[in-house]
């Protein structure tokens, strides 16, 4: 456990984050968790979080990397140290910010897994049959709709409220990360799956009234404590489809259809600047490696129907 003075330092600063950044609690979740770590790391080695220097970080780190964790893990847990000590020396708390010169082993640029048009297809025909009952089918087909038509985050769509898609609107506000709000459109197939769940869900919505029950101001209702369906659940549910439509569910996740809403677009056109503003990235950079996707789609059609590229 860390000691006393660490523990009120980290909650001071993920309160800080919280109320100046509107920081998810998904990202203070894991800021905690790092430098909770980080914390009982330096006990075990007669320091602190508070008194920690340069050369006590970078046995930290070193130690990260002999416990064999990969390289995005211990590029993650410094930039969590970088932040706090950031706040630490704006604070007062550190005359020096120990992890300011300290470089990190940089997160391997990873092509992000994506689908074809045609699997995607597949799986939207499969939600839309997918379930026990008409109100269930309905609700899965807007789900995977509204998902590859807008390229949402798996938390920004489970926790939509039904009010941002009353009166069949042609764009939707989404609150994003850091309670950012952005604007985006709607297909047609997104529209009409919207208009055919919501009359299930208000159906439902009155019944439970009726009984005496407060209603829901979600989207996708549940009975858990969000009130809503949770990313574990869809989650769960995206495989599952996955499966059904003959596809490799290990290799299908609501991020790969994420992904394969950005790649499609690229695919098709559409300007990077436009993806970046749909997806809500807040550097253009995150939506860049869309570009690499298309590099190697572009590098196999070659290798494949280039007659100087044949054995």
């Known amino acids: 456990m860390p000691q006393a003075d660490d523990a009120r330092r980290i909650s001071t600063f993920l309160e800080a984050i919280a109320a100046e950044n509107g920081a998810a609690r998904n990202t203070l979740l894991a800021y905690g968790r790092d430098l909770t770590h980080a914390a009982d790391w ?3 080695n007669a320091a602190t979080l508070g008194s920690a220097d340069a ?3 970078i046995s930290y780190l070193v130690a990260l990397d002999a416990e064999g964790l990969s390289r995005a893990t211990r590029a993650r847990r410094l930039s969590s140290l970088k932040q706090f000590y950031r706040f630490a020396y704006d604070e007062g708390w550190r005359r020096e910010n120990p992890a300011l010169r300290i470089d990190g082993p940089g997160r391997a640029q990873r092509l992000p897994g994506t689908l074809s048009e045609d699997e995607v297809a597949r799986m939207l025909d499969i939600a839309r049959d997918y379930g026990t009952d008409p109100a269930t089918r309905a609700r899965n087909a807007c789900l995977f709709e509204l998902l590859y038509a807008t390229g949402l985050r798996v938390t920004e769509l489970v926790s939509l409220p039904d009010s941002a898609l009353r009166g069949a609107p042609q764009m939707m506000m989404v609150r994003g990360k850091g309670g950012k709000d952005r604007l985006v459109p709607l297909s047609d197939p997104a529209r009409a799956a919207v208009a055919i ?12 009234r009726a009984t005496g029950k407060a209603g829901s101001r979600f989207l996708f209702p549940a009975r858990g404590a969000k009130g809503h369906m949770t990313r574990e659940r869809f989650y769960g549910l995206v495989k599952e489809v996955a499966s059904r439509a003959g596809l490799d569910p290990t290799r299908v996740s609501p991020h790969v259809l994420r992904h394969a809403f950005a790649t499609h677009l690229l695919a098709g056109g559409a300007d990077l600047r436009v993806i970046q503003t749909l997806l809500g990235h807040a550097d253009l950079s995150s939506t860049e490696i869309y570009t690499h996707v298309l590099d190697e789609r572009l590098r196999a059609l070659v290798m494949e129907h280039h007659p100087m590229a044949r054995d």
């Open 197 to 208: 769940w919501l009359a299930h869900r208000d159906k439902s919505e009155d019944a439970s």
């Open 55 to 57: 050369a006590a970080l």
């Open 42 to 44: 330096l006990t075990d």
